[in-house]
T-cell receptor, first 115, second 113 residues
Framework: NAGVTQTPKFRVLKTGQSMTLLCAQDMNHEYMYWYRQDPGMGLRLIHYSVGEGTTAKGEVPDGYNVSRLKKQNFLLGLESAAPSQTSVYFC??????????????FGDGTRLSIL | GENVEQHPSTLSVQEGDSAVIKCTYSDSASNYFPWYKQELGKRPQLIIDIRSNVGEKKDQRIAVTLNKTAKHFSLHITETQPEDSAVYFCAASRGTGRRALTFGSGTRLQVQP
């Protein structure tokens, strides 16, 4: 049981390049999230998904797109990378409970640098 | 939307002392309040959480208290040890809708041996 797995772990891009970050979870969780973490700040929500085939914007969605074609995978895309997107990206997932929140489980993160 | 403020930003204590980190939130509909510990270069790890129907929760040396009326919650670590040194984040979320977490800005705890 690997939990939440993110690939790649590190990546350096040039401004204007595109790339996709992959998040995979093996816990059969309904909810999945992408956060970014910048120095001295907490994690901020980029996009999220409440189930297969559904996605929605979070607090800082500009410049990113997401897809959830399969329940276990949540992809984060950067169409045209900008230096402001240099950050550590964390994926998380949580189970569904109609009455309350369930704990979020985080991946190890992807450290992305845009030159 | 929700706004979570966390204080202090840094905290230095002697080994064996207690540490307290405080957070306030703005959305009265928030009902879930987890605390995460993050070591350098690692993922956030859930250490304790509390729901709005409970005022206090303990797990060995860690406790969290919640005051719904004042909209604040606190993390208490007793008998601190050097391995408690890390960045701690509070967070809040609603029990409906997206259920995404809104994080505080973090507290860097340094436990001096």
């Amino acid at each position: 049981n690997a939990g939440v797995t993110q690939t790649p772990k590190f990546r350096v891009l040039k401004t204007g390049q595109s790339m996709t970050l992959l998040c995979a979870q093996d816990m059969n969780h309904e909810y999945m999230y992408w956060y970014r973490q910048d120095p001295g700040m907490g994690l901020r929500l980029i996009h999220y998904s409440v189930g297969e085939g559904t996605t929605a914007k979070g607090e800082v969605p500009d410049g990113y797109n997401v897809s959830r074609l399969k329940k276990q995978n949540f992809l984060l895309g950067l169409e045209s990378a900008a230096p402001s997107q240099t950050s550590v990206y964390f994926c998380a997932s949580s189970d569904r409970d109609n009455n309350s929140n369930q704990p979020q489980h985080f991946g190890d993160g992807t450290r992305l640098s845009i030159l | 939307g929700e706004n979570v403020e966390q204080h202090p930003s840094t905290l230095s204590v002697q080994e064996g002392d207690s540490a307290v980190i405080k957070c306030t939130y703005s959305d009265s509909a928030s009902n879930y309040f987890p605390w995460y510990k993050q070591e350098l270069g690692k993922r956030p790890q859930l250490i304790i959480d509390i729901r709005s129907n409970v005022g206090e929760k303990k797990d060995q040396r860690i406790a969290v208290t919640l005051n719904k009326t004042a909209k604040h919650f606190s993390l208490h670590i007793t008998e601190t040890q050097p391995e408690d040194s890390a960045v701690y984040f509070c967070a809040a979320s609603r029990g409906t809708g997206r259920r995404a977490l809104t994080f505080g800005s973090g507290t860097r705890l340094q436990v001096q041996p």
